[in-house]
């Protein structure tokens, strides 16, 4: 599969602190605003809010594009990527992915700048492509949906969230232009109500979450040790997902709220290829296995990497 040429990026972060983040290493800018940059967001919104309360529109409009601009562009974390095992097998397909673009999602918040959004493709033709109708379909029509999530690495769930429904696809034009609004009011909830139903694991050397999970389908809990590999829930639609997807992302701190996003890279072996680790590229299928070695440790390091400058 053809990439980005690579380029040689700094080391890895250092070990946990007791507060829940990574040791910083490098520029401690990006890192700050990553802890006031959801926050600020909520704050610059009130600012401009307050205009119509007879406070300066200047001073909430300026305050909002600061602001505004933190949460899409600023603060990238440029450093080594961790290597994680895929948390999925079979055929799927990236639609968002940081090999491509980064921030992959469009926006640094939460920290999702180098997050990867799988679906499962095991045909052409067996996932329903967006349309016009019908407006949405049930999960259930979706072949992502119910198979199984695999931890990424070794390492202790420290966040279980379990509770959100699996709601209906958003993957017809009028649902994706209403999406803006409906995300927009999801995020009211904080991280939840992006994420849906989620799992953080400390890996020893930062945090990776798995995101838009199953309701109910969670075999873990707060506080349980975790293999790479070791099925710990089922694919879901909950949160603000246009469709039954995995969301998976690797943070400094353990909750998206401050965190800032750091890169990965998955094991040799995930596309068939025994030598180098790598991603999948966005809308190109590939064919995810389990990683030939027994298991991640936390803490391993990667000389080299494909993100884009």
Not at 145 to 155: I, L, N, S, T
Not at 158 to 172: F, I, K, W
Not at 214 to 239: I, K, M
Request: proline content about 12%; some cysteine; hydrophobic content about 40%.
């Amino acid at each position: 599969m053809p990439s980005p040429a690579p380029r040689r990026p700094p080391a890895f972060p250092g070990p946990v602190e007791s507060s829940g983040a990574a040791t910083p290493v490098g520029p401690r800018w990006p890192i700050l605003l990553a802890r006031i940059r959801v926050p600020l967001m909520w704050a610059a919104t009130l600012a401009l809010l307050g205009g119509y309360l007879g406070l300066s529109w200047w001073a909430g409009g300026t305050l909002f594009a600061a602001a505004l601009a933190v949460y899409l562009r600023l603060g990238t974390v440029r450093r080594g990527p961790r290597t994680m095992e895929p948390p999925v097998r079979g055929r799927w397909m990236a639609l968002t992915s940081p090999v491509d673009n980064v921030p992959s999602q469009g926006s640094h918040a939460y920290g999702q700048t180098y997050a990867l959004g799988l679906v499962a493709e095991p045909g052409e033709g067996a996932r329903p492509d967006i349309g016009w109708r019908p407006l949405s379909r049930p999960p259930g029509d979706f072949p992502a949906f119910g198979r199984p999530v695999y931890a990424p690495a070794d390492g202790t769930v420290v966040t279980a969230h379990d509770r959100q429904r699996d709601h209906r696809s958003r993957n017809s034009w009028p649902w994706l232009f209403g999406s803006v609004v409906e995300n927009t009011l999801r995020e009211l909830r904080g991280p939840a109500g992006l994420l849906g139903n989620h799992l953080v694991i400390d890996v020893g050397d930062a945090y990776v979450l798995l995101g838009h999970l199953r309701r109910g389908s969670l075999t873990v809990r707060r506080g349980d040790r975790v293999r790479a590999g070791q099925p710990v829930a089922r694919c879901g639609n909950s949160g603000a997902c246009t469709e039954p997807q995995v969301r998976v992302q690797l943070m400094d701190h353990r909750s998206p709220l401050f965190a800032a996003g750091l890169p990965i890279v998955w094991a040799p072996g995930w596309n068939g290829k025994a030598e180098g680790e790598g991603l999948p590229e966005t809308w190109r299928p590939v064919v995810v296995a389990a990683p030939a070695r027994g298991g991640v440790p936390a803490g391993r390091r990667v000389p080299e990497a494909d993100y884009p400058e």
